[in-house]
């Protein structure tokens, strides 16, 4: 990233959980009020890169409490390394990110005949 050393820590890290069903890896992130167009999502080998801004809101009235979070979020998962990341799969609805990175086919289990 291009941020200088001091605002990197700045960067929060949503809410998440993984799933690792039988033909892929979910990984599904809170982002409440996130646009799809605000999210970026990158694969980088088994490396998984969420990131993106929550844009603070115009406001105009005086803030009384505040608790949610705006601001620049990133979210790191690395993967196993049997992947196929020619077919990931995102989508957000109701404030969830939905990523679904598939398992490859090399990785599958096969029934190896023994031969006397």
């Known amino acids: ?3 200088p050393a ?8 949503p809410p ?3 799933e690792e069903t ?7 992130a809170e982002l409440p009020g996130v646009k799809r167009e605000d999210v970026s999502i990158e694969l980088a080998g088994n490396e998984l890169a969420i990131t993106g801004e929550i844009k603070e809101k115009e406001r105009k009235g005086i803030v009384r409490r505040r608790t949610r979070r705006v ?3 990133e979210l790191r998962v ?9 077919k990931v799969d995102a989508k957000l609805k109701d404030g969830v990110l939905r990523v679904s990175v598939p398992k ?5 289990r096969r029934r190896i005949e023994v031969n006397s």
Do not use: H, K, M, Q
Request: a negative charge; hydrophobic letters at 40%; aromatic letters at 8%.
């Open 104 to 108: 490859s086919e090399r990785a599958e």
């Open 1 to 3: 990233g291009g941020l």
């Open 71 to 73: 601001g620049r979020y």
């Open 6 to 13: 001091g605002l990197a820590e700045l960067a929060w890290t």
């Open 78 to 86: 690395v993967l196993p390394d049997n992947i196929d990341g020619d």
């Open 16 to 18: 998440v959980d993984i």
């Open 22 to 28: 039988d033909d892929a890896y979910v990984v599904e």
